[in-house]
């Protein structure tokens, strides 16, 4: 099971959120969303797949995870999964806890619990001890549009699309609304993506009391002010989520010790791999905080996290970005169906990136 090959495949697929561009970089309006592979191959013949979080044609953080973490793979044991994690965190730690490094050990935990899967003849989720359920509830998680126009339409076409759970990435209170009343009866959820100091992030609590949000997602400058997070949940009025910015156990814990979330939501693309995510459900259940990962992938990350909140007897519902892409990376098994997703059954994974979209939609 030796690694003989480790490689990072960037693509960048162009998508329609149907709205103005949701965002851009350096001033510049972009509308294509990356995926960053990282392929691993075993001497016989085992290929795994994983995936660091990106965004917009990354080439830099592909170089940087092909140049400092890759290397330290070939040669390994791919049965190791734990021991090549640990090595590849000690001998980089250097390099910061969260962040592109990190991204990188989380792709290659991936990669490894995939071939360790093809290898058994088993899903992923059999190896992490099996399925609650073969079938995943699906919240769309809408781009951010900061207009009323576009984030209603939005949820309208969400609920044709039969979804019952909607996450809203707005920071304005008329959109906000605007959006909750367009959703009808469907649960809503507000992502902010740290935007506030405590006290603005306190008052937006307030003012937002009435609508019946199910959770309040980062709402405070920075996401490691633990102490700025608690007091908003300790006197506000929602259930607080937050996560995707943590680089693995012991941010969570320091979280979960401060009293600053009732949701925890680590990303298997950046908060470590499938093994650390498994690490963190564990504390999470035993601290009484609900865990439902982040997950704003549609490759290998987005596959990995549906096994993983199927592996979970209080399954997460499962988070899909509300876009449509130009090329679907599996030929569309990654799609909700009316709110909806199905377990892949086929060993690892379950699933292969399609080689055709790899080609055509490379970044090099
Ligand atoms: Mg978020």
């Not at 290659?108 to 359920?133: H, M, Y």
């Not at 035993?286 to 199927?310: D, E, K, S, Y």
């Amino acid at each position: 099971m030796k690694i003989v090959k480790a490689d990072t495949i960037l693509i960048s697929i162009p998508f329609d959120a149907g709205g103005i561009p949701p965002w851009s970089f350096g001033g510049k309006p972009k509308l294509a969303f990356d995926t960053l592979l990282v392929r691993l191959e075993t001497e016989d013949g085992h290929v795994g797949w994983g995936e660091a979080f990106s965004r917009n044609e990354d080439r830099s953080l592909a170089m940087m995870i092909e140049t400092r973490v890759l290397p330290l793979v070939v040669g390994r044991d791919a049965r190791e999964i734990a021991k090549i994690k640990h090595d590849l965190e000690f001998n980089l730690q250097n390099f910061g806890r969260i962040g592109p490094i990190m991204y990188g050990i989380s792709a290659v935990d991936t990669a490894l619990w995939d071939i360790a899967g093809k290898a058994a003849g088993r899903p992923l989720v059999d190896l992490l001890g099996g399925a609650f359920t073969n079938t995943l509830d699906v919240y769309a998680s809408l781009m951010c549009y900061h207009n009323i126009d576009d984030v209603t339409a939005a949820v309208g076409r969400c609920l044709e699309r039969g979804y019952r759970h909607i996450k809203l990435h707005e920071v304005g209170e008329p959109e906000i609304r605007a959006a909750c009343a367009a959703a009808g009866d469907a649960e809503v959820t507000l992502d902010t993506n740290c935007p506030w100091p405590v006290e603005e992030a306190m008052d937006m609590d307030a003012r937002l009391a009435d609508l019946g949000l199910a959770w309040f997602e980062e709402p405070v400058w920075p996401p490691e002010n633990y102490r700025g997070l608690a007091r908003v949940r300790a006197q506000g009025n929602h259930p607080i989520a937050a996560g995707e910015n943590q680089g693995g156990l012991h941010d969570f814990m320091a979280m979960i010790d401060a009293g600053a979330i009732d949701i925890a939501q680590p990303d298997v693309a950046k908060t470590g791999g499938v093994t650390e995510l498994m690490k963190i459900a564990a504390l999470c259940e035993g601290a009484g905080i609900r865990f439902v990962p982040h997950c704003a992938l549609f490759g290998p990350g987005q596959v990995a996290t549906m096994h993983i909140n199927a592996a979970r007897r209080t399954t997460p519902i499962l988070e899909r970005l509300f876009c449509d892409f130009e090329a679907e990376l599996y030929d569309g098994a990654t799609l909700p169906v009316d709110g909806k997703i199905k377990l892949p059954t086929g060993p690892g994974l379950g699933l292969d990136p399609d080689p055709d979209v790899i080609a055509d939609y490379r970044v090099d």
